[in-house]
């Protein structure tokens, strides 16, 4: 009992939040808005994605997207940071090489995501309806790396909401065993029994990359009170420009993976670069380029850039003031929005091929929503996560923390 007063104590001493140091905003409905727009734009990440993909109708591979979406993200961020940067929110600690090293091994970590589970995201590798569920497995591997390389000291209650949120993604996939029992939904592992394990361990990656970015996030703002800094929280912008590069040139430098036989998707280096160079031509809806929806190549592209660069700064902001493992459990729910936006729109499932969608899928995806939040409420309500200073009562902001930084 005294451990629960004290976790949701801890809780509460957020002093909140400042838009240009005027506005007050409290730390619970910035931290709502913020989830809720991450759940939204992670689902727009995953329906552009598809669609993205079903623009180009197979007139390049995989590789091009990784190689020209990690571009993009490079570019808007970096501009995006000269900014925060001109509006000197960006101060010379945070540019210390210090935090360099955290943020090389985002990027990398980022990029193995990207090869891993785009690699084997193919219907023949991984067919959708194994997919859906191997994807979950990256809740459990945060929490359990959490506790291994951040100073986590979890509550009943964070375990407890583990066990809920699974059990709800399980109660939404049960029309897809359904469809595996039956065998009314193609599960045949086409190019590789090892596909599924691939996929699973492209999961641990994207685990890692939130740990560590938190794990930079609490050491920043630690030393920047120590060093009365006068911005105690790392700046998200510089930190997702700095990370999209490394992403961008672990990707590139990588790009002979595509080579690889039963990896890559490109059997030689002619394929290589014709696969490559028509992803930038049908982008730009190159009219001499035929056999593509090229068309809306570009609209579509755009989707996922905007949708990823979203999901990304609201991810980045609540490592910082949530955790790695609230972002996880929140990871939960986009695949959820994304079968009923299928659902809803046939006509552009089957022009994505994405799969089809009875009742039973909406029906089973609507009836999790309620124990998927549940779970998440028995999260919140086990206060804290993080076992550092805060137990010593320095941990927490004294004063708003200005929002956009």
């Keep these: 009992m005294i451990n629960n007063e004290y976790n949701s104590h801890k809780q509460s001493r957020h002093p909140g939040f400042t838009i240009g140091r005027k506005w007050y905003l409290s730390f619970t409905v910035v931290a709502i808005i913020l989830s809720i727009l991450n759940i939204i734009f992670a689902?727009?990440?995953?329906?552009?994605?598809?669609?993205?993909?079903?623009?180009?109708?197979?007139?390049?591979?995989?590789?091009?997207?990784?190689?020209?979406?990690?571009l993009s993200f490079t570019i808007v961020f970096s501009i995006m940071s000269l900014w925060f940067g001109y509006k000197q929110q960006i101060t010379p600690f945070m540019r210390s090489s210090r935090w360099i090293k955290y943020m090389v091994l985002v990027g990398v970590f980022d990029a193995a995501n990207g090869f891993l589970i785009v690699?084997?995201?193919?219907?023949?590798?991984?067919?959708?309806?194994?997919?859906?569920?191997?994807?979950?497995?990256?809740i459990p591997f945060t929490f359990i790396l959490s506790k291994f390389l951040l100073p986590k000291k979890y509550h009943w209650r964070h375990i407890l909401s583990v066990f809920v949120v699974l059990l709800g993604v399980t109660f939404s996939l049960i029309p897809t065993f359904?469809?595996?029992?039956?065998?009314?939904?193609?599960?045949?592992?086409?190019?590789?029994?090892?596909?599924?394990?691939?996929?699973?361990?492209?999961?641990?990656?994207?685990?890692?990359?939130?740990?560590v970015q938190e794990k930079l996030q609490v050491k920043y703002t630690q030393q920047a009170r120590e060093n009365q800094e006068p911005i105690t929280r790392f700046s998200v912008m510089?930190?997702?420009a700095v990370e999209s590069t490394f992403q961008f040139g672990t990707i590139a430098l990588c790009f002979a993976l595509d080579l690889v036989p039963r990896f890559g998707t490109s059997n030689d280096i002619h394929t290589f670069w014709t696969s490559f160079s028509n992803g930038f031509r049908c982008f730009f809806n190159d009219k001499s380029l035929s056999g593509g929806r090229c068309n809306v190549a570009g609209g579509t592209g755009i989707l996922f850039i905007v949708s990823y660069l979203g999901t990304y700064i609201t991810g980045t902001f609540l490592t910082d003031h949530v955790s790695a493992?609230?972002?996880?459990?929140?990871?939960?729910?986009s695949p959820l929005i994304a079968t009923s936006f299928?659902?809803?729109?046939?006509?552009?499932?089957?022009?994505?091929?994405?799969?089809k969608m009875d009742n039973w899928d909406i029906g089973f995806s609507l009836g999790a929503l309620p124990i998927i939040l549940i779970g998440m409420y028995f999260y919140r309500r086990g206060g804290t996560d993080r076992k550092t200073e805060e137990e010593d009562n320095c941990f927490m902001d004294e004063l708003p923390v200005e929002l956009f930084w």
């Design 43 to 70: 689902s727009g990440q995953s329906i552009g994605l598809a669609l993205f993909l079903a623009s180009f109708n197979r007139l390049t591979g995989v590789y091009f997207v990784l190689f020209f979406c990690s």
């Design 119 to 138: 690699f084997s995201s193919h219907g023949t590798r991984v067919p959708p309806a194994l997919t859906a569920i191997l994807v979950q497995s990256i």
């Design 178 to 211: 359904k469809r595996i029992h039956d065998g009314t939904s193609k599960t045949e592992l086409k190019d590789g029994w090892y596909w599924p394990f691939i996929f699973i361990l492209g999961c641990i990656p994207a685990a890692l990359m939130n740990i």
């Design 238 to 240: 510089y930190f997702q």
């Design 325 to 333: 493992n609230w972002l996880s459990i929140l990871s939960s729910i």
């Design 342 to 355: 299928w659902f809803i729109f046939p006509s552009i499932n089957k022009w994505a091929e994405v799969g």
